[in-house]
């Protein structure tokens, strides 16, 4: 069997010695106190300023100049995703960013220790106030979700049907060759996500095994086992055989490939079978529905029975932030959205419903209600190709609907008038990332 890492002998990433000696954390093991909790303007500000050289690039989007109501929307997700995956438990993306550091460059290492699987514990040492390692590992994974690339290619590895897989493995053996490592992504048609750090790459005919560093394990574990990616190759294309729970995969460290192709202009686009109009059309419109209380659950079905969910990690808090409850698509087409509000205890709730694409706003809409425990309410949310719409609710104890239209707002609700322009082209995706 060919190996791509064989060569590089004793500078190889070694899961045994370089990997953590901790395993991923979950909520059991609460190392820390006080997670990321960015602030809504702050969110907003940096989609505005921090994405406009790759966003024109890839999309030929400038974000500075995109409707407050669609980058709100962004900005939703981005703050939900840092706040409940990045700042709660579950840190895989971090660790493996900080891992990483930590081998190519020793002297980084916050602590005094020999590698990395000599710290036992994020919040070493365990004498000291301070717990650098564990900022490390916050702030990597936090810091994820504002890269604009990588927050792209996890989103058109979603919505687009046709992967370009084989693309992507020519990219991996080429970060590990010029690198001896390389971070990928893993997902799954439930939204599950989760980051592995891939250290060879090997063939054998049309077979390709990727032995991968999984934090889900520590260190010392890998004595016993060596987690493998496991692919098929067939002539242009390729397939990924199940790993664990997870089906499918995204490699957005477009700097790495960068580097060791020699091309400046690499992009989430080049895993894709799609152009720059196709993925402008499966990202947009992007429909956010939220709920500003976790004594709720919120549910939202499209027009072809697909519920809508949002990208999850394995130990994801959903309680957290200004909206615990969200459910998101991209690429919303027109029709009937049901929207289920549950109660869970008494409580008052703020439902806010938002649609856009870089054009305009689509709909704005926010109502509150009062619900109690084991209560139903339901909710019609229904656009039109020519741009029509009405929020109405469908289901509510004791009273008669009501029905909150453009030309009637009540309690703040608005249907914009702009319409989905070019949107009946666009195919009934659903959310993720």
Request: charged share 25%; aromatic share 8%.
């Amino acid at each position: 069997m060919a190996s791509a890492g064989q060569q590089r002998g004793s500078a190889s990433f070694r899961p045994t010695e370089h990997g953590f000696g901790f395993r991923n954390w979950s909520l059991r093991d609460q190392y820390f106190e006080g997670p990321p909790d960015p602030e809504p303007e702050t969110v907003r500000e940096r989609i505005r300023s921090e994405w406009s050289d790759k966003a024109r690039s890839v999309l030929g989007l400038d974000p500075a100049q995109l409707p407050t109501t669609l980058v709100d929307a962004l900005a939703r997700q981005v703050r939900a995703a840092v706040i409940q995956r990045a700042g709660t438990n579950g840190h895989c993306y971090g660790m493996i960013l900080s891992t990483q550091r930590y081998f190519e460059r020793p002297e980084t290492m916050p602590v005094d220790r020999p590698t990395a699987s000599d710290i036992e514990v994020p919040t070493a040492p365990l004498d000291a106030p301070e717990a650098p390692v564990y900022d490390d590992i916050v702030t990597s994974q936090a810091e994820q979700y504002f890269r604009f690339r990588s927050w792209l290619g996890r989103q058109i590895a979603v919505y687009t049907a046709d992967a370009d897989t084989a693309q992507l493995l020519n990219h991996v053996r080429a970060v590990i060759e010029e690198t001896g490592k390389a971070s990928l992504f893993l997902f799954n048609d439930s939204q599950s996500g989760h980051q592995v750090l891939a250290y060879d790459y090997r063939t054998d005919g049309e077979t390709v095994q990727i032995p991968v560093y999984d934090p889900n394990w520590s260190a010392l574990a890998y004595q016993q086992r060596t987690p493998t990616l496991q692919f098929t190759r067939d002539g242009d294309t390729a397939s990924m055989r199940p790993y664990r729970q997870y089906t499918n995969i995204v490699f957005n460290r477009y700097d790495q490939i960068e580097q060791a192709t020699g091309r400046s202009d690499v992009g989430p686009l080049d895993h894709v079978q799609a152009d720059q109009t196709t993925a402008r059309e499966e990202l947009f419109p992007t429909m956010v529905v939220t709920a500003d209380t976790d004594a709720v659950n919120l549910t939202a079905v499209g027009p072809g029975g697909t519920e809508l969910d949002r990208m999850t990690s394995e130990h994801m808090v959903r309680s957290r932030g200004r909206y615990p409850r969200l459910r998101r698509r991209h690429g919303a087409t027109p029709g009937t959205y049901r929207l289920g509000v549950y109660g869970t205890d008494e409580t008052e709730y703020e439902l806010s419903v938002a649609v856009a694409d870089p054009e305009g706003e689509i709909v704005d809409a926010t109502q509150t209600a009062s619900i109690g425990i084991d209560e139903r309410h339901e909710y019609d949310l229904e656009v039109t190709a020519a741009g029509d719409g009405t929020l109405s609710r469908v289901r509510q104890s004791g009273s008669r609907p009501s029905v909150w239209t453009a030309a009637g707002a009540v309690g703040g609700a608005a249907i914009g008038a702009l319409g989905y322009r070019t949107v009946s082209r666009r195919r009934d995706g659903n959310e993720g990332g």
